[in-house]
């Protein structure tokens, strides 16, 4: 399957001034990466319901002081369940239904992504193929070093504590090839920072 990955760059765009928080605009590029070669393993599921969702999914943290994401996001003892994950996808559900008309989605695609952004972090059961796809490709950029880099600051962990954080959730995966992916890039992150050792 070939995608043609051409027809985002416009919401690329539009969603760009809201990918400067919380280092979004590393971590969607990853994760949409990710989607895009989980995809490889599901032609079954639509393509462009799961990269605009992944694309959009948490642009809501952008009217989140960041502060506040660090104390209740990160930090806090319910880290899924805390206001400030619901608000982000309370606000992802507003920013990306603005972004999606204004690139010419139909209503019907902006009702899907929605649905998967709303709750992508805070809902326990993924609703469908879709869904679970985005939620694997969320995951899967912690894996690989820049994103344990930046899992080290949010978390106050150190490359070997967040590789072992990393390690706790494979269980959570919720494709086979998402779980397989997450292994074999946790192992190549463990051999580049040397945890053994540091
Ligand atoms: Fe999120
Ligand atoms: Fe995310």
Redesign the pocket.
């Known amino acids: 399957m070939t995608l043609d990955l051409g027809r985002y760059d416009q919401v690329w765009r539009a969603a760009e001034p809201y990918m400067r928080a919380r280092k979004n605009d590393v971590h969607i590029p990853l994760s949409f990466d990710w989607a895009v070669r989980l995809l490889e393993h599901f032609p079954q599921a639509d393509a462009d319901i799961c990269l605009l969702a992944i694309l959009l999914?948490?642009i809501?943290?952008w009217a989140i002081d960041m502060e506040e994401i660090i104390e209740q996001g990160f930090r806090s003892e319910n880290i899924l369940q805390s206001d400030v994950?619901y608000r982000?996808?309370a606000e992802?559900v507003r920013l990306g239904t603005e972004v999606l008309r204004q690139t010419g989605w139909s209503e019907e695609v902006i009702r899907q992504v929605c649905e998967i952004i709303d709750g992508?972090?805070t809902r326990p059961d993924p609703r469908h193929l879709n869904d679970r796809i985005v939620r694997d490709a969320?995951k899967l950029w912690r894996y690989d070093v820049p994103g344990t880099a930046i899992g080290c600051d949010w978390f106050g962990e150190t490359p070997a504590q967040n590789c072992d954080r990393n390690e706790r959730i494979l269980p959570k995966f919720e494709t086979e090839p998402g779980r397989a992916m997450a292994i074999a890039a946790l192992a190549a992150t463990r051999k580049a920072l040397k945890v053994h050792v540091l």
């Open positions: 999914h948490d809501g943290w994950r982000h996808e992802g992508h972090d969320d």
